[in-house]
């Protein structure tokens, strides 16, 4: 991407010629953060964030409230925010969003939610945001979680203690309506969180519950329901979250976290299906389905323990319960049909996805003695995964029994060099994983033919370097390289067989995915003009890409390679209280469909996102804040045969504004401010002969809220 590399180079001349402020955290964030300061939880170290060669994000619960005020959810603000992240589908379902056009792992806590042996892509929706202190995103293909962050990590952070003892509550109240205000459109929202801290003991439980309505699009139509994937619009959800801490010793915290959180669609509407020759989406008319209605349960239990002076250094426990059950729509679909069964050929049914976790992760991370400018953290991670996906009108098992066990231990070293002036970071993660099938049989429309179980295993090490340079106060460039790791939707892979006599212990697909990060960027970060620079490219040579076929999404494992160039500027003005921001990515990725050797067909919409800019004007004084921002999504195209999967691009404005009183603070968002009409990237670009899926992004909205802290 010689397009890029120019860019990159420009830009940190800009940055340097210009007494510029880096923080990547805060490019889109009016108030001043001290980027030297931040401690991300999810890099596994007590380090600052500006020791390590990563680029990272933090988005503090200000900022997370205002975009989550918006747009509704976690992963609308995440999406919001980054420019590397992908437009989101606008459906309960993320299947193809992607952070630098790969998967990134969602977490709590720096506990995985996503379910790698059968991937419902539902792991954005797992808790709700009142319950969420910060927002740690880190950028590319690590290990630094385990298994899956091949696109990078965005770990969500619990609320904390409260700062003194007593009782504090926290509430929240809002309203959203469409702009045509039609009574079916209309959703509320209402939370509480208590605390209460008495020395050394405190205890935290809170509640919300959500109703949404209808969603409208730009030309005021009612927006088509994904009947099968699952819909946010026309759902409820409730969220219950307790914590409960104890302060060992001045240094040692033990802390108990709980979380339920179940999001339900209601079913009030069927879609219409549009026309895509006519460039009319499809649209949603009162109605009834069969079977259950989509929905998404999640279920979190962990128990930690921190010292931040034993030994000398700072011992990290922890250890987790996780369950997930995703129930998704149903159809006469051809992949269900059994004549065995109704030969008919008239069968409904519907698929469930049911998976539970336990883990456990401990660490030591302390100065080595004698050498204290080299700080080195140590560690061991378990993980034991049992997932399935049955059909819940018939009983049949689609995808059977799978158990992941992952065993990994760590080491991570970061020395100081040349009077703080240059960082040396790196370390090695070794991961052993077994997964273990049982004898089954395929759906007969795969067959059906009779699977023999097994239990491939593999070990792999893997590894990462990078170093740092601070040249002067407020200057910082930095190199790394990194490996990911993941492994293919493996619940495809098996619900897919089509041959017999297949030996699942020496099955080719179901090899893991590792892919190579490597990335340069630099940073500056002095007063009141900031700005950052970033270039990376991806490779994997054996990576999992989701290929559409006979209406059921399948796995091939294909090399791919991605590039991208990523940049953001921020600017407090000489005007008091207003700061401007702006940021850029451009990603570019390719693989080799044809097998002919050479890496050189465009990723299609499903496997990466459209180049994008986001500008933001941010204004405080006294009570008084606001904000406008716009999302500019660019015109995609891919070389391929068809022109149908070209992205035309659009463009969207936010806004969001608030006032302090002494009762609380009472706010309004605005969704897409100037209505405007778009097809999402999602449904231009992917299943262009379906007019079922042709879905219209959502038009103006308004959310007005108040939030108190008593």
Same mark, same amino acid.
């Given at each position: 991407?010689?397009?890029?590399?120019?860019?990159?180079?420009?830009?940190?001349?800009?940055?340097?010629?210009?007494?510029?402020?880096?923080?990547?955290?805060?490019?889109?964030?009016?108030?001043?953060?001290?980027?030297?300061?931040?401690?991300?939880?999810?890099?596994?170290?007590?380090?600052?964030?500006?020791?390590?060669?990563?680029?990272?994000?933090?988005?503090?619960?200000?900022?997370?409230?205002?975009?989550?005020?918006?747009?509704?959810?976690?992963?609308?603000?995440?999406?919001?925010?980054?420019?590397?992240?992908?437009?989101?589908?606008?459906?309960?379902?993320?299947?193809?969003?992607?952070?630098?056009?790969?998967?990134?792992?969602?977490?709590?806590?720096?506990?995985?939610?996503?379910?790698?042996?059968?991937?419902?892509?539902?792991?954005?929706?797992?808790?709700?945001?009142?319950?969420?202190?910060?927002?740690e995103?880190?950028?590319?293909?690590?290990?630094?979680?385990?298994i899956?962050?091949?696109?990078?990590?965005?770990?969500?952070?619990?609320v904390?203690a409260?700062?003194?003892d007593?009782?504090?509550?926290?509430?929240?109240?809002?309203?959203?309506?469409?702009?045509?205000?039609?009574?079916?459109?209309?959703?509320?929202?209402?939370?509480?969180?208590?605390s209460?801290?008495?020395?050394?003991?405190?205890?935290?439980?809170?509640?919300?519950?959500?109703?949404?309505?209808?969603?409208?699009?730009?030309?005021?139509?009612?927006?088509?329901?994904?009947?099968?994937?699952?819909?946010?619009?026309?759902?409820?959800s409730?969220?219950?979250?307790a914590?409960?801490?104890?302060?060992v010793?001045?240094?040692?915290?033990?802390e108990?976290?709980?979380?339920?959180?179940?999001?339900?669609?209601?079913?009030?509407?069927?879609?219409?299906?549009?026309?895509?020759?006519t460039?009319?989406?499809?649209?949603?008319?009162?109605?009834?389905?069969?079977?259950?209605?989509?929905?998404?349960?999640?279920?979190?239990?962990?128990?930690?323990?921190?010292?931040?002076?034993?030994?000398?250094?700072?011992?990290?426990?922890?250890?987790?319960?996780?369950?997930?059950?995703?129930?998704?729509?149903?159809?006469?679909?051809?992949?269900?049909?059994?004549?065995?069964?109704?030969?008919?050929?008239?069968?409904?049914?519907?698929?469930?996805?049911?998976?539970?976790?336990?883990?456990?992760?401990?660490?030591?991370?302390?100065?080595?003695p004698?050498?204290?400018?080299?700080?080195?953290?140590?560690?061991?991670?378990?993980?034991?995964?049992?997932t399935?996906?049955?059909?819940?009108?018939?009983?049949?098992?689609?995808?059977?029994?799978?158990?992941?066990?992952?065993?990994?231990?760590?080491?991570?070293?970061?020395?100081?060099?040349?009077?703080?002036?240059?960082?040396?970071?790196?370390?090695?993660?070794?991961?052993?994983?077994?997964?273990?099938?049982?004898?089954?049989?395929?759906?007969?429309?795969?067959?059906?033919?009779?699977?023999?179980?097994?239990?491939?295993?593999?070990?792999?090490?893997?590894?990462?370097?990078?170093?740092?340079?601070?040249?002067?106060?407020?200057?910082?460039?930095y190199?790394?390289?990194?490996?990911?790791?993941?492994?293919?939707?493996?619940?495809?892979?098996?619900r897919?067989i089509?041959?017999?006599?297949?030996?699942?212990?020496t099955?080719?697909?179901?090899?893991?995915?590792?892919?190579?990060?490597?990335?340069?960027?630099?940073?500056?970060?002095?007063?009141?003009?900031?700005?950052?620079?970033?270039? =990376?490219?991806? @490779?994997? *040579?054996?990576?999992?890409?989701? /290929?559409?076929? &006979?209406?059921? %999404?399948?796995?091939? $494992?294909?090399?791919?390679?991605?590039?991208?160039?990523?940049?953001?500027?921020?600017?407090?003005?000489?005007?008091?209280?207003?700061?401007?921001?702006?940021?850029?990515?451009?990603?570019?990725?390719?693989?080799?469909?044809?097998?002919?050797?050479?890496?050189?067909?465009?990723?299609?919409?499903?496997?990466?996102?459209?180049?994008?800019?986001?500008?933001?004007?941010?204004?405080?004084?006294?009570?008084?804040?606001?904000?406008?921002?716009?999302?500019?999504?660019?015109?995609?195209?891919?070389?391929?045969?068809?022109?149908?999967?070209?992205?035309?691009?659009?463009?969207?404005?936010?806004?969001?504004?608030?006032?302090?009183?002494?009762?609380?603070?009472?706010?309004?968002?605005?969704?897409?401010?100037?209505?405007? =009409?778009?097809? @999402?990237? *999602?449904?231009?670009?992917?299943? /262009?002969?379906? &007019?079922?899926? %042709?879905?219209?992004? $959502?038009?103006?909205?308004?959310?007005?809220?108040?939030?108190?802290?008593?």
């Open positions: 991407m010689i397009r890029a590399f120019a860019l990159l180079v420009a830009t940190s001349a800009l940055a340097i010629s210009s007494s510029v402020d880096a923080q990547t955290t805060a490019a889109e964030d009016a108030s001043p953060v001290e980027t030297n300061e931040i401690v991300v939880t999810a890099t596994r170290t007590q380090l600052p964030a500006s020791a390590l060669p990563l680029t990272v994000d933090v988005i503090d619960r200000e900022m997370l409230a205002r975009q989550v005020q918006i747009s509704g959810s976690t992963v609308d603000a995440v999406s919001a925010l980054l420019p590397s992240f992908s437009p989101t589908r606008e459906k309960l379902s993320g299947a193809g969003e992607s952070l630098r056009g790969r998967a990134p792992l969602y977490a709590i806590n720096g506990i995985p939610q996503s379910t790698p042996v059968r991937d419902g892509s539902r792991d954005g929706y797992t808790i709700d945001p009142f319950f969420i202190d910060r927002v995103v880190i950028y590319g293909s690590n290990a630094l979680q385990g899956g962050a091949t696109g990078g990590v965005v770990n969500q952070v619990t904390g409260p700062a003194s007593g009782i504090e509550v926290r509430a929240l109240a809002q309203i959203t309506a469409s702009d045509n205000f039609e009574s079916e459109g209309i959703g509320a929202k209402a939370g509480s969180l208590v209460y801290r008495r020395g050394d003991f405190d205890v935290s439980i809170g509640a919300t519950t959500e109703r949404r309505g209808a969603f409208f699009d730009g030309n005021a139509n009612r927006i088509g329901v994904d009947g099968t994937q699952g819909e946010v619009q026309d759902s409820d409730w969220s219950v979250f914590r409960l801490g104890y302060d010793t001045p240094t040692a915290r033990l108990l976290i709980a979380n339920r959180f179940e999001l339900k669609g209601n079913a009030h509407y069927v879609i219409v299906p549009g026309d895509r020759a460039g009319t989406p499809s649209t949603s008319v009162r109605g009834t389905t069969p079977g259950a209605a989509p929905s998404n349960t999640a279920e979190l239990l962990s128990a930690s323990l921190i010292d931040s002076d034993l030994g000398g250094g700072t011992l990290i426990l922890q250890g987790f319960y996780s369950r997930t059950d995703d129930v998704f729509g149903g159809g006469v679909f051809g992949t269900f049909q059994d004549p065995r069964i109704d030969p008919s050929g008239t069968l409904f049914d519907q698929s469930a996805n049911q998976s539970r976790k336990l883990g456990g992760k401990v660490s030591y991370e302390r100065e080595v004698g050498l204290e400018n080299l700080v080195v953290t140590a560690g061991f991670d378990a993980l034991f995964d049992r399935k996906q049955t059909l819940a009108q018939t009983g049949r098992v689609w995808v059977p029994q799978s158990d992941f066990r992952s065993l990994a231990p760590f080491v991570q070293g970061n020395l100081t060099v040349l009077d703080g002036v240059v960082r040396l970071a790196g370390g090695m993660r070794y991961e052993n994983v077994e997964l273990s099938v049982g004898d089954y049989e395929t759906l007969y429309s795969y067959g059906p033919v009779q699977v023999s179980g097994g239990s491939p295993s593999f070990t792999d090490l893997l590894l990462n370097a990078g170093i740092v340079v601070e040249p002067i106060d407020g200057l910082r460039a190199a790394n390289y990194a490996e990911g790791f993941t492994i293919a939707d493996v619940g495809r892979i098996l897919g089509t041959q017999p006599d297949v030996d699942i212990d099955f080719l697909s179901l090899e893991p995915v590792v892919s190579n990060n490597r990335e340069l960027g630099v940073e500056y970060d002095q007063g009141r003009l900031t700005a950052s620079a970033s270039y =990376f490219w991806s @490779t994997s *040579d054996f990576g999992s890409l989701l /290929v559409l076929r &006979n209406d059921v %999404f399948e796995v091939e $494992r294909q090399p791919i390679e991605i590039e991208g160039f990523e940049a953001s500027l921020a600017w407090r003005t000489p005007l008091p209280g207003l700061s401007l921001s702006g940021g850029y990515a451009a990603l570019q990725g390719r693989t080799d469909g044809d097998n002919d050797g050479r890496v050189d067909e465009d990723l299609d919409g499903a496997n990466i996102s459209p180049d994008r800019i986001n500008l933001a004007a941010d204004y405080a004084t006294g009570p008084l804040s606001a904000r406008v921002q716009a999302r500019m999504y660019l015109a995609r195209e891919f070389n391929d045969v068809f022109t149908a999967t070209d992205f035309e691009g659009y463009t969207l404005l936010d806004a969001f504004v608030s006032y302090r009183t002494a009762v609380g603070e009472f706010s309004m968002g605005v969704q897409n401010i100037t209505d405007a =009409f778009y097809v @999402t990237y *999602d449904s231009d670009t992917v299943r /262009v002969t379906d &007019n079922s899926r %042709f879905f219209a992004g $959502r038009g103006r909205s308004f959310t007005l809220g108040w939030r108190g802290t008593f």
